[in-house]
């Protein structure tokens, strides 16, 4: 099942802590045949493979073990769905590029979906949010990509921000091996992934205000903000579905 309608608003928290998704409305059933793949040798793996060797064979080094080395060679599970669209499917701001342009698309949209619910989630905003529909399409294709200075991210949740949110489906992360390539981005590096159902969640903190302040209070707002955001004038986010 492909879920396509990710946001703040259909993701509900667990008693447990864990997430769960609601709204199943824009979903879809799809194939998924399961493959291995074999990661590309490192230009050094067979120099040191054979210096691996001969320290096993009664040496000391402080390098790798030839076992240790067999494991950067292990294949990988990709697991992707299959099926490729050209319908406008989703919720305005979370919308691809390539959804928008009308060129075909396939699983890379879940990853820029997914960077866009991350935004949000970090800065209480999504990233090209417009007053109107047609100001949001021409931000989704055309406005850089910027991070506010309050509240403080990671330089981590920003560089996985910055790769899920490539405009060339190609290029963003996710678009080769799926979620492998996410769950191996440094911003998860904490995170156990075999054992995550049993993992206890953080704990809950008071959430910060990202505009807040008397500075805050006393900056006159750019133009650009006046056009791309207005708080006072803050819509619902709309689900479309034109079709599959």
């Known amino acids: 099942v492909v879920y396509r309608d990710l946001k703040p608003e259909n993701v509900l928290v667990q008693e447990s802590g864990h997430a769960m998704l609601t709204d ?3 979903s879809f059933s799809t194939e998924c045949k399961p493959k291995l ?3 590309p040798l ?5 120099k040191r493979k054979k210096k691996a060797a001969s320290v096993g064979c009664g040496g000391a080094s402080k390098g790798p073990t030839p076992s240790e080395l067999e494991l ?4 990988i599970l990709v697991a992707e769905p299959e099926a490729t669209s050209n319908s406008f499917v989703g919720t305005e701001e979370y919308i691809a590029p390539e959804i928008i342009s009308g060129t075909g698309h396939s699983s890379p949209v879940d990853w820029w979906t997914f960077g866009i619910f991350l935004y949000e989630l970090l800065y209480g905003r999504s990233p090209f949010r417009g007053r109107n529909r047609q100001r949001t399409f021409t931000n989704v294709l055309t406005k850089d990509l910027a991070f506010p200075a309050n509240p ?3 330089d981590e949740a920003k560089d996985l ?3 899920l949110l490539q405009r060339d489906p190609a290029a963003r992360l996710g678009a080769k091996h799926g979620a492998i390539d996410i769950r191996a981005h440094p911003f998860f590096k904490s995170i156990e992934w075999p054992l995550i159902r049993d993992m206890k ?6 959430p910060v205000k990202a505009i807040s302040g008397e500075a805050e209070e006393g900056r006159p707002s750019t133009a650009e903000e006046e056009m791309d955001w207005d708080e006072n004038e803050a819509r619902p986010s709309t689900s479309l579905d034109y079709g599959y």
């Open 24 to 26: 199943f409305d824009l």
């Open 37 to 39: 793949e074999f990661p």
């Open 42 to 46: 490192p230009a050094d793996f067979e």
């Open 72 to 75: 950067e060679i292990l294949p």
């Open 152 to 154: 403080p991210v990671s």
């Open 161 to 163: 921000m910055r790769q």
């Open 201 to 206: 969640p953080p704990q809950l903190e008071v």
